[in-house]
């Protein structure tokens, strides 16, 4: 059977890597766009049998070399994204100018699909430039290309992830933790296999001029998400709630750090609840059902942070001794 050729942008993190696995098992084969092949490329190479995938570089986002690419393409991914600015303008450069640009590229090379990650609950959190600049991005996107697929999901969660490792690190080693709104804000997180499942279904399917907000099974709360990793880890820790000025204050000094844990921005969006809108269809409307449960999924890679490891509760060694 012949493979199908895919552009992929973004495909180093957490999803992209994901997805690579995916579809190059299905015979789809992958042209992977990263910024430095010598970083990405160990961890990108692993994800593929050989002859699945090739890299290329782009320094910066040069028009001609993408039309090069584009024209050998029949879906292009977009994959990249940002959830802070190194410089002011990154968002929109990010998430805005170029879904503009790789959607009328897209368009003019008359391909079959352009997938777009964008996020969910964008169209509430007016107060945040990150939610702003993506959802510029899709408008962009449906101006400029009508066989576009935009997936909008919530929290992607996995062992490969930012958010659940970068919490059970820091539940780790702070004896207090700080919660911001009362931690009632409520996710619907989704494991990256299940987006990962949602995604490939899109891209084998009909589906084009589709916008779909992909959650997963259960609503919690930060609260909630916090108390879970923090089972899943065997640790106690006080969550304090923080009074606003006290949180933008916090967000105000660790927004200076080269990776910043929080910024103000960020803070604007924990605001906003991230469950589906009942704008656009869900993964469920459309019959790609999310089913990993988050307690069960966190278990199986909180070992990393719990005393001991993995094996301690098992280990008999000691008693035969
Ligand atoms: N993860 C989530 O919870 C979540 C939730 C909602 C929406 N999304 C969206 O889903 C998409 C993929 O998410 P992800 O978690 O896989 O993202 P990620 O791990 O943060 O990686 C995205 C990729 O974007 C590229 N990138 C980052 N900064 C860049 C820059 N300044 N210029 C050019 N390229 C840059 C990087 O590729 P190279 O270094 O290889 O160039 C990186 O691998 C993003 O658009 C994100 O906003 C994610």
Known sequence: MKQKEILLFGASGQIGRNLIRKLTKNN?????????????????K????????DLVELKSFESDKIDELMKNTSICINLIGILYEKKKGQFKLIHTDLPDMLSQKAKKHSIDKFVHLSALGIEVSKDSEYANSKLNGEKKIIRNFKNHIIIKPSIVYSVDDNFTTNFMSLLNI????????NGNTKFTPIHVNDLVNVIYNLIEG???NLVIECVGPEVLTFKEIMQKLLNAIGKKRFLLPLPLPIAKLSAKILQLFPKPLLTEDQLNLLK???????????N???GFQATRKFEEEID????????????????NLEKTK
């Not at 990263?34 to 490329?41: D, E, L, P, S, Y």
């Not at 692993?46 to 995938?53: D, E, F, I, K, M």
């Open 284 to 286: 469920y409307d459309l």
């Open 174 to 181: 702070l004896p207090i933790m700080p919660i911001y709104f």
């Open 46 to 53: 692993t994800q593929a049998n050989p002859g699945y995938l």
């Open 28 to 44: 789809y084969k992958i042209t992977a766009v990263t910024r430095n092949i010598h970083r990405a490329g160990y961890i990108l």
């Open 272 to 282: 906003y609840d991230n469950c589906k809108s009942g704008i656009y269809k869900t």
């Open 206 to 208: 009909q589906n084009k």
């Open 300 to 315: 199986k890679y909180s070992f990393n942070w719990r005393s001991g490891g993995q094996f301690a509760k098992d280990n």
